[in-house]
Protein backbone atom coordinates (compact mmCIF):
# COMPACT_ATOMS: atom_id res chain seq x y z
CA UNK A 1 0.00 0.00 0.00
CA UNK A 2 1.44 3.51 -0.55
CA UNK A 3 -0.10 6.52 0.81
CA UNK A 4 2.05 10.06 0.67
CA UNK A 5 4.69 10.29 2.48
CA UNK A 6 4.67 7.05 4.30
CA UNK A 7 7.48 4.65 3.76
CA UNK A 8 7.06 1.32 5.76
CA UNK A 9 3.17 0.50 4.38
CA UNK A 10 4.97 -2.14 1.62
CA UNK A 11 5.97 -5.29 0.65
CA UNK A 12 8.66 -5.00 2.65
CA UNK A 13 7.97 -4.18 5.77
CA UNK A 14 7.90 -8.25 7.10
CA UNK A 15 11.60 -8.36 5.99
CA UNK A 16 12.04 -5.26 8.37
CA UNK A 17 10.36 -6.83 10.76
CA UNK A 18 12.48 -9.62 10.71
CA UNK A 19 15.59 -8.11 10.29
CA UNK A 20 15.08 -5.65 13.22
CA UNK A 21 13.99 -9.00 15.45
CA UNK A 22 17.11 -10.53 14.61
CA UNK A 23 19.59 -8.05 15.99
CA UNK A 24 17.56 -7.17 18.50
CA UNK A 25 18.15 -10.53 19.86
CA UNK A 26 22.03 -10.28 19.23
CA UNK A 27 21.95 -7.23 21.13
CA UNK A 28 19.94 -8.53 24.22
CA UNK A 29 22.90 -10.53 24.49
CA UNK A 30 25.25 -7.82 24.83
CA UNK A 31 23.46 -5.75 26.94
CA UNK A 32 22.62 -5.85 30.53
CA UNK A 33 18.51 -6.36 30.15
CA UNK A 34 18.17 -6.19 34.38
CA UNK A 35 18.09 -2.35 33.50
CA UNK A 36 14.28 -2.77 32.46
CA UNK A 37 13.37 -3.54 36.38
CA UNK A 38 14.83 0.21 36.97
CA UNK A 39 12.85 2.90 34.73
CA UNK A 40 15.54 5.51 35.94
CA UNK A 41 17.99 3.89 33.68
CA UNK A 42 15.54 3.51 30.81
CA UNK A 43 17.41 6.15 28.82
CA UNK A 44 20.79 4.36 29.27
CA UNK A 45 19.80 1.03 28.21
CA UNK A 46 17.93 2.72 24.82
CA UNK A 47 21.80 4.19 23.96
CA UNK A 48 23.08 0.54 24.59
CA UNK A 49 20.87 -1.20 22.76
CA UNK A 50 20.61 1.76 19.92
CA UNK A 51 24.36 0.92 18.99
CA UNK A 52 24.55 -2.82 19.64
CA UNK A 53 21.30 -3.05 16.56
CA UNK A 54 22.84 -0.54 14.54
CA UNK A 55 26.21 -2.24 14.53
CA UNK A 56 24.29 -5.78 13.64
CA UNK A 57 22.12 -3.72 10.66
CA UNK A 58 25.72 -2.55 9.02
CA UNK A 59 26.70 -6.03 9.70
CA UNK A 60 23.55 -7.27 7.88
CA UNK A 61 23.41 -4.32 5.31
CA UNK A 62 25.34 -6.50 2.67
CA UNK A 63 22.96 -9.95 3.38
CA UNK A 64 20.03 -10.54 0.81
CA UNK A 65 18.00 -9.87 3.14
CA UNK A 66 19.65 -6.05 4.16
CA UNK A 67 19.91 -5.87 0.21
CA UNK A 68 16.20 -6.02 -0.39
CA UNK A 69 14.06 -3.66 -1.30
CA UNK A 70 12.02 -2.23 0.81
CA UNK A 71 9.49 -0.23 -0.39
CA UNK A 72 8.85 0.97 -3.93
CA UNK A 73 11.20 4.29 -3.51
CA UNK A 74 14.23 2.80 -3.75
CA UNK A 75 14.74 2.05 0.20
CA UNK A 76 16.62 -1.19 1.11
CA UNK A 77 15.37 -3.72 4.04
CA UNK A 78 18.59 -2.34 5.77
CA UNK A 79 17.89 1.94 5.09
CA UNK A 80 14.21 1.17 6.30
CA UNK A 81 15.44 -0.64 9.69
CA UNK A 82 17.93 1.92 10.50
CA UNK A 83 15.79 4.70 9.92
CA UNK A 84 13.12 3.01 12.42
CA UNK A 85 15.79 2.38 14.92
CA UNK A 86 16.80 6.15 15.04
CA UNK A 87 12.94 7.24 15.14
CA UNK A 88 12.83 4.82 18.49
CA UNK A 89 15.59 7.52 19.76
CA UNK A 90 13.75 10.74 18.82
CA UNK A 91 10.39 8.64 20.27
CA UNK A 92 11.51 7.03 23.07
CA UNK A 93 8.12 6.55 24.50
CA UNK A 94 7.88 3.20 22.68
CA UNK A 95 10.64 1.97 24.00
CA UNK A 96 9.64 2.65 27.34
CA UNK A 97 6.34 0.91 27.08
CA UNK A 98 8.76 -1.65 25.83
CA UNK A 99 10.66 -1.97 28.47
CA UNK A 100 7.60 -2.12 31.02
CA UNK A 101 6.02 -4.57 29.40
CA UNK A 102 9.18 -6.85 29.74
CA UNK A 103 9.43 -5.73 33.50
CA UNK A 104 5.78 -7.12 33.65
CA UNK A 105 6.93 -10.64 31.83
CA UNK A 106 9.73 -10.26 34.66
CA UNK A 107 7.69 -10.34 37.41
CA UNK A 108 5.32 -12.99 36.20
CA UNK A 109 8.73 -15.34 34.73
CA UNK A 110 11.54 -13.74 36.21
CA UNK A 111 14.60 -13.16 34.22
CA UNK A 112 12.94 -14.82 30.90
CA UNK A 113 15.36 -13.27 27.93
CA UNK A 114 17.95 -15.42 29.89
CA UNK A 115 16.32 -18.78 28.36
CA UNK A 116 16.43 -19.67 24.33
CA UNK A 117 13.36 -20.85 24.37
CA UNK A 118 12.45 -17.96 25.04
CA UNK A 119 12.99 -15.42 22.01
CA UNK A 120 9.47 -15.68 20.49
CA UNK A 121 8.53 -13.71 23.40
CA UNK A 122 11.29 -11.17 22.87
CA UNK A 123 10.83 -10.88 19.02
CA UNK A 124 6.68 -10.39 19.26
CA UNK A 125 7.12 -7.56 21.96
CA UNK A 126 9.86 -6.36 19.54
CA UNK A 127 7.47 -6.21 16.86
CA UNK A 128 5.04 -4.88 19.02
CA UNK A 129 7.19 -1.61 19.65
CA UNK A 130 8.40 -1.26 16.03
CA UNK A 131 5.36 -2.17 14.33
CA UNK A 132 3.08 0.87 16.66
CA UNK A 133 6.21 3.58 16.57
CA UNK A 134 5.96 2.31 12.31
CA UNK A 135 2.53 3.57 12.16
CA UNK A 136 3.10 6.61 14.14
CA UNK A 137 5.88 7.89 11.92
CA UNK A 138 4.29 6.93 9.08
CA UNK A 139 0.78 9.08 9.87
CA UNK A 140 3.33 11.70 10.94
CA UNK A 141 5.03 11.73 7.26
CA UNK A 142 1.89 11.84 6.15
CA UNK A 143 0.82 14.80 7.84
CA UNK A 144 4.17 16.65 6.61
CA UNK A 145 3.56 15.52 2.87
CA UNK A 146 -0.66 16.44 2.80
CA UNK A 147 -1.29 18.79 5.40
CA UNK A 148 -4.36 16.32 6.28
CA UNK A 149 -5.17 15.04 9.74
CA UNK A 150 -3.84 11.69 10.29
CA UNK A 151 -3.30 8.89 13.57
CA UNK A 152 -1.55 6.20 14.26
CA UNK A 153 -4.96 4.43 13.40
CA UNK A 154 -5.88 5.74 10.30
CA UNK A 155 -3.04 4.48 8.98
CA UNK A 156 -3.74 1.28 10.31
CA UNK A 157 -7.40 1.22 8.86
CA UNK A 158 -5.93 2.40 5.64
CA UNK A 159 -3.61 -0.93 5.67
CA UNK A 160 -7.48 -3.00 6.81
CA UNK A 161 -8.78 -1.68 4.00
CA UNK A 162 -5.95 -2.41 1.13
CA UNK A 163 -6.07 -6.10 2.60
CA UNK A 164 -9.72 -6.45 2.48
CA UNK A 165 -9.58 -5.11 -1.37
CA UNK A 166 -5.96 -8.06 -1.78
CA UNK A 167 -8.45 -10.55 -0.06
CA UNK A 168 -11.66 -9.60 -2.40
CA UNK A 169 -9.60 -9.54 -5.66
CA UNK A 170 -7.82 -12.93 -4.66
CA UNK A 171 -11.81 -14.45 -4.11
CA UNK A 172 -12.62 -12.73 -7.56
CA UNK A 173 -9.77 -14.02 -9.10
CA UNK A 174 -10.84 -17.65 -8.10
CA UNK A 175 -14.79 -16.94 -8.30
CA UNK A 176 -15.47 -20.70 -9.94
CA UNK A 177 -14.22 -21.76 -6.12
CA UNK A 178 -15.68 -19.56 -4.27
CA UNK A 179 -19.00 -18.78 -5.81
CA UNK A 180 -21.36 -18.65 -2.51
CA UNK A 181 -19.17 -16.53 -0.94
CA UNK A 182 -18.55 -14.18 -3.85
CA UNK A 183 -21.74 -13.81 -4.33
CA UNK A 184 -22.17 -12.62 -1.00
CA UNK A 185 -19.87 -10.13 -1.17
CA UNK A 186 -21.46 -8.92 -4.79
CA UNK A 187 -25.09 -9.48 -3.18
CA UNK A 188 -26.52 -11.76 -5.69
CA UNK A 189 -26.46 -15.31 -6.78
CA UNK A 190 -24.02 -16.04 -9.47
CA UNK A 191 -24.61 -17.31 -12.99
CA UNK A 192 -21.60 -17.58 -14.78
CA UNK A 193 -18.48 -15.20 -14.54
CA UNK A 194 -19.40 -11.63 -12.70
CA UNK A 195 -18.24 -9.10 -14.57
CA UNK A 196 -17.01 -7.42 -12.07
CA UNK A 197 -13.87 -10.10 -12.02
CA UNK A 198 -12.75 -8.02 -15.06
CA UNK A 199 -13.85 -4.49 -13.77
CA UNK A 200 -11.85 -4.07 -10.68
CA UNK A 201 -7.85 -3.74 -11.66
CA UNK A 202 -6.95 -1.41 -8.87
CA UNK A 203 -8.17 -0.67 -5.40
CA UNK A 204 -10.10 2.44 -6.87
CA UNK A 205 -12.52 -0.21 -8.22
CA UNK A 206 -13.30 -1.48 -5.23
CA UNK A 207 -17.33 -0.81 -3.60
CA UNK A 208 -17.04 0.17 -0.17
CA UNK A 209 -20.37 -2.12 0.20
CA UNK A 210 -18.08 -5.12 -1.39
CA UNK A 211 -15.69 -4.38 1.98
CA UNK A 212 -18.66 -4.46 4.56
CA UNK A 213 -20.21 -7.72 3.09
CA UNK A 214 -16.55 -9.47 2.45
CA UNK A 215 -16.08 -9.15 6.59
CA UNK A 216 -19.67 -10.26 7.00
CA UNK A 217 -18.70 -13.17 4.95
CA UNK A 218 -15.46 -13.96 7.01
CA UNK A 219 -17.01 -15.87 10.19
CA UNK A 220 -19.54 -17.96 7.69
CA UNK A 221 -16.83 -18.89 5.08
CA UNK A 222 -13.31 -18.48 7.31
CA UNK A 223 -14.31 -19.16 10.91
CA UNK A 224 -13.61 -15.78 12.12
CA UNK A 225 -15.62 -12.66 12.68
CA UNK A 226 -14.44 -9.95 9.49
CA UNK A 227 -12.17 -6.96 11.50
CA UNK A 228 -15.61 -4.75 10.60
CA UNK A 229 -17.74 -6.91 12.79
CA UNK A 230 -15.75 -8.34 15.58
CA UNK A 231 -16.35 -6.82 19.08
CA UNK A 232 -13.38 -4.41 19.05
CA UNK A 233 -14.18 -0.76 18.70
CA UNK A 234 -11.57 0.24 16.26
CA UNK A 235 -13.58 -0.16 13.24
CA UNK A 236 -17.19 -0.56 14.73
CA UNK A 237 -18.25 2.77 12.69
CA UNK A 238 -16.81 1.78 9.38
CA UNK A 239 -19.46 -0.34 8.78
CA UNK A 240 -22.34 2.02 9.28
CA UNK A 241 -20.39 4.14 6.88
CA UNK A 242 -20.02 2.88 3.14
CA UNK A 243 -19.05 6.67 1.85
CA UNK A 244 -15.85 6.94 4.78
CA UNK A 245 -14.85 3.80 3.24
CA UNK A 246 -15.23 4.87 -0.44
CA UNK A 247 -13.53 7.80 0.34
CA UNK A 248 -10.06 6.10 1.19
CA UNK A 249 -10.72 3.36 -0.99
CA UNK A 250 -10.56 6.03 -3.53
CA UNK A 251 -7.50 7.86 -1.76
CA UNK A 252 -5.18 4.81 -1.86
CA UNK A 253 -5.78 4.35 -5.47
CA UNK A 254 -5.53 7.81 -6.81
CA UNK A 255 -2.16 7.46 -5.15
CA UNK A 256 -1.01 4.56 -5.94
CA UNK A 257 -1.94 5.54 -9.33
CA UNK A 258 -0.03 8.74 -9.26
CA UNK A 259 3.50 7.44 -7.68
CA UNK A 260 3.46 4.26 -9.97
CA UNK A 261 3.74 6.96 -12.95
CA UNK A 262 6.34 8.53 -10.82
CA UNK A 263 8.39 5.18 -11.08
CA UNK A 264 9.90 6.04 -14.22
CA UNK A 265 11.62 9.13 -14.75
CA UNK A 266 11.27 8.83 -18.47
CA UNK A 267 7.44 8.97 -17.41
CA UNK A 268 6.93 11.40 -15.26
CA UNK A 269 9.46 13.88 -17.11
CA UNK A 270 7.71 13.84 -20.53
CA UNK A 271 8.40 17.14 -22.66
CA UNK A 272 10.28 18.63 -19.61
CA UNK A 273 13.02 15.60 -19.60
CA UNK A 274 12.91 15.94 -23.34
CA UNK A 275 13.83 19.11 -23.12
CA UNK A 276 16.63 19.43 -20.53
CA UNK A 277 18.33 16.47 -23.22
CA UNK A 278 17.64 18.55 -26.27
CA UNK A 279 19.29 21.72 -24.48
CA UNK A 280 22.60 19.51 -23.29
CA UNK A 281 23.02 17.88 -26.59
CA UNK A 282 22.61 21.67 -27.86
CA UNK A 283 25.89 22.97 -25.33
CA UNK A 284 27.46 19.93 -26.56
CA UNK A 285 27.84 20.48 -30.30
CA UNK A 286 28.41 24.03 -29.32
CA UNK A 287 31.52 22.74 -27.15
CA UNK A 288 32.42 20.92 -29.57
CA UNK A 289 32.08 23.45 -32.34
CA UNK A 290 33.78 25.79 -29.67
CA UNK A 291 36.94 23.13 -29.19
CA UNK A 292 37.61 22.53 -32.80
CA UNK A 293 38.06 26.76 -34.07
CA UNK A 294 40.41 26.86 -31.31
CA UNK A 295 42.42 24.19 -32.38
CA UNK A 296 42.65 25.57 -35.77
CA UNK A 297 40.44 22.97 -37.39
CA UNK A 298 39.17 24.62 -40.83
CA UNK A 299 35.72 25.66 -40.27
CA UNK A 300 32.42 23.59 -42.35
CA UNK A 301 29.22 25.05 -41.71
CA UNK A 302 27.73 22.26 -43.61
CA UNK A 303 30.05 19.48 -41.25
CA UNK A 304 27.34 17.11 -39.00
CA UNK A 305 29.19 16.69 -35.55
CA UNK A 306 28.68 12.84 -34.07
CA UNK A 307 26.62 12.57 -31.62
CA UNK A 308 27.22 10.34 -28.95
CA UNK A 309 27.24 6.41 -29.61
CA UNK A 310 23.55 4.77 -28.87
CA UNK A 311 23.58 2.52 -25.88
CA UNK A 312 21.91 2.18 -22.69
CA UNK A 313 22.28 5.32 -20.38
CA UNK A 314 25.02 7.11 -21.67
CA UNK A 315 25.72 10.19 -20.25
CA UNK A 316 24.03 13.23 -22.91
CA UNK A 317 27.59 15.06 -22.13
CA UNK A 318 29.94 11.39 -23.39
CA UNK A 319 31.30 13.45 -26.14
CA UNK A 320 32.06 16.00 -23.90
CA UNK A 321 33.63 13.79 -20.84
CA UNK A 322 35.70 11.46 -23.37
CA UNK A 323 37.40 14.40 -24.69
CA UNK A 324 38.25 15.42 -20.98
CA UNK A 325 39.51 11.71 -19.85
CA UNK A 326 42.98 13.02 -20.08
CA UNK A 327 42.75 15.92 -18.36
CA UNK A 328 41.02 13.49 -15.70
CA UNK A 329 43.32 11.04 -15.80
CA UNK A 330 45.90 14.00 -14.85
CA UNK A 331 44.00 15.72 -11.90
CA UNK A 332 44.80 14.64 -8.83
CA UNK A 333 43.26 11.27 -6.95
CA UNK A 334 39.66 11.80 -6.55
CA UNK A 335 39.45 15.51 -8.00
CA UNK A 336 37.39 15.97 -10.85
CA UNK A 337 38.63 17.81 -13.86
CA UNK A 338 37.19 21.45 -14.27
CA UNK A 339 33.79 21.43 -16.11
CA UNK A 340 32.91 23.65 -18.93
CA UNK A 341 30.44 26.05 -18.92
CA UNK A 342 28.31 24.17 -21.08
CA UNK A 343 28.31 21.16 -18.43
CA UNK A 344 28.03 23.30 -15.76
CA UNK A 345 24.85 25.03 -17.89
CA UNK A 346 23.53 21.27 -18.26
CA UNK A 347 24.35 20.52 -14.84
CA UNK A 348 22.26 23.13 -13.36
CA UNK A 349 19.05 22.19 -15.55
CA UNK A 350 19.02 18.77 -13.63
CA UNK A 351 19.34 20.49 -10.62
CA UNK A 352 16.31 22.69 -11.02
CA UNK A 353 14.04 19.73 -12.77
CA UNK A 354 14.58 18.23 -9.50
CA UNK A 355 14.04 21.28 -6.83
CA UNK A 356 17.59 21.37 -5.90
CA UNK A 357 20.34 23.83 -5.37
CA UNK A 358 21.36 24.68 -8.93
CA UNK A 359 24.89 24.91 -8.39
CA UNK A 360 24.27 21.53 -6.30
CA UNK A 361 26.75 19.45 -8.26
CA UNK A 362 29.69 22.28 -8.36
CA UNK A 363 29.17 22.77 -4.72
CA UNK A 364 28.97 18.92 -3.65
CA UNK A 365 32.04 18.40 -5.83
CA UNK A 366 34.19 20.92 -3.84
CA UNK A 367 33.05 19.99 -0.63
CA UNK A 368 34.87 16.57 -1.28
CA UNK A 369 38.10 15.36 0.92
CA UNK A 370 40.42 14.92 -1.98
CA UNK A 371 42.97 13.39 -0.53
CA UNK A 372 40.44 10.73 1.39
CA UNK A 373 41.18 6.90 0.36
CA UNK A 374 37.31 6.42 -0.56
CA UNK A 375 37.85 8.98 -2.73
CA UNK A 376 40.50 8.07 -4.54
CA UNK A 377 39.16 4.52 -4.64
CA UNK A 378 36.15 5.94 -6.51
CA UNK A 379 37.44 8.23 -8.65
CA UNK A 380 36.77 6.95 -11.84
CA UNK A 381 33.14 6.97 -10.32
CA UNK A 382 30.32 9.69 -11.16
CA UNK A 383 29.66 12.35 -8.35
CA UNK A 384 26.31 11.08 -8.11
CA UNK A 385 27.06 7.46 -8.31
CA UNK A 386 29.82 8.48 -4.80
CA UNK A 387 26.93 9.54 -3.26
CA UNK A 388 24.54 6.58 -3.99
CA UNK A 389 27.44 4.57 -2.53
CA UNK A 390 27.81 6.80 0.39
CA UNK A 391 23.61 6.21 0.57
CA UNK A 392 24.15 2.72 1.06
CA UNK A 393 27.13 2.27 3.36
CA UNK A 394 25.60 4.88 5.94
CA UNK A 395 22.03 5.94 5.36
CA UNK A 396 20.84 9.08 3.90
CA UNK A 397 21.35 11.24 6.70
CA UNK A 398 24.70 10.97 8.18
CA UNK A 399 26.59 13.72 10.89
CA UNK A 400 29.78 13.39 8.97
CA UNK A 401 28.00 14.32 5.30
CA UNK A 402 29.00 18.06 3.89
CA UNK A 403 25.92 20.32 4.28
CA UNK A 404 26.57 20.70 0.07
CA UNK A 405 25.62 17.13 -0.15
CA UNK A 406 22.21 17.29 1.29
CA UNK A 407 18.60 18.41 -0.29
CA UNK A 408 18.21 21.93 1.36
CA UNK A 409 14.37 20.25 1.61
CA UNK A 410 15.03 16.95 2.95
CA UNK A 411 18.46 18.02 4.91
CA UNK A 412 19.71 14.09 3.29
CA UNK A 413 21.20 13.02 0.38
CA UNK A 414 19.26 13.29 -2.54
CA UNK A 415 17.34 10.09 -3.19
CA UNK A 416 18.64 7.60 -5.96
CA UNK A 417 16.00 8.44 -8.18
CA UNK A 418 17.35 12.10 -7.99
CA UNK A 419 20.90 10.86 -8.07
CA UNK A 420 19.67 8.84 -11.02
CA UNK A 421 18.46 11.58 -13.06
CA UNK A 422 21.71 13.84 -11.93
CA UNK A 423 23.97 11.34 -13.93
CA UNK A 424 21.54 10.64 -16.66
CA UNK A 425 21.25 7.19 -16.19
CA UNK A 426 18.24 4.58 -15.18
CA UNK A 427 17.87 3.38 -11.39
CA UNK A 428 18.57 0.02 -11.95
CA UNK A 429 21.93 1.33 -13.70
CA UNK A 430 22.78 3.41 -10.54
CA UNK A 431 22.19 0.53 -8.27
CA UNK A 432 24.68 -1.58 -10.54
CA UNK A 433 27.06 0.92 -10.80
CA UNK A 434 26.59 1.29 -7.02
CA UNK A 435 27.18 -2.09 -6.47
CA UNK A 436 30.38 -2.88 -8.29
CA UNK A 437 31.93 0.41 -6.72
CA UNK A 438 31.16 -0.77 -2.75
CA UNK A 439 31.97 -4.16 -3.88
CA UNK A 440 35.79 -2.56 -5.19
CA UNK A 441 35.95 -0.45 -1.52
CA UNK A 442 35.35 -4.29 0.24
CA UNK A 443 37.72 -5.76 -1.57
CA UNK A 444 40.27 -3.30 -1.06
CA UNK A 445 39.94 -3.05 2.29
CA UNK A 446 40.26 -7.37 2.73
CA UNK A 447 43.13 -6.82 1.22
Known sequence: MRLPGTRYQEHGWEQVRKLLGLCSLQAFRQIEMRQVLDPERYALLLDAYT?????????????????????????????????????LQAQPAYWNAFATAMASEHARSGAFWLD???????????????????DKVDADNYIVATGRDCSPNKIYTYRMLDTAYREISSLFMAW?????????????????????????????????????????????FGGAPGPLHTRSKRFASLKNSPDK?????????????????????EEWQGDAGEAALWLEDYWRVIGESERAEASGQPHDEDRILAAPDAGDDVDADAAADAASASAAAAAPDG????????????????????????????????AQESGSWTVRMLRDESLPVRLAVYHKLLGAADDTYPDAWLDPATGELPTLQQLATLDQISMPTLRKRRNEAIARLQAAGAR
Open 245 to 265: IASLLTEIGDYEELSANMDSA
Open 335 to 366: DYPAPTDAELLAEQTRAAGLSLPLRYLEMARA
Open 51 to 87: DAVAACLRAQSRTARGEAEGNSYGESVCELSLGLLYE
Open 116 to 134: AAAEGVLRKKVNDMYATLR
Open 176 to 220: EQHAAQVGAILGRPLAGTPIEVRQMKTIGGCKAEWIIRWSETLER
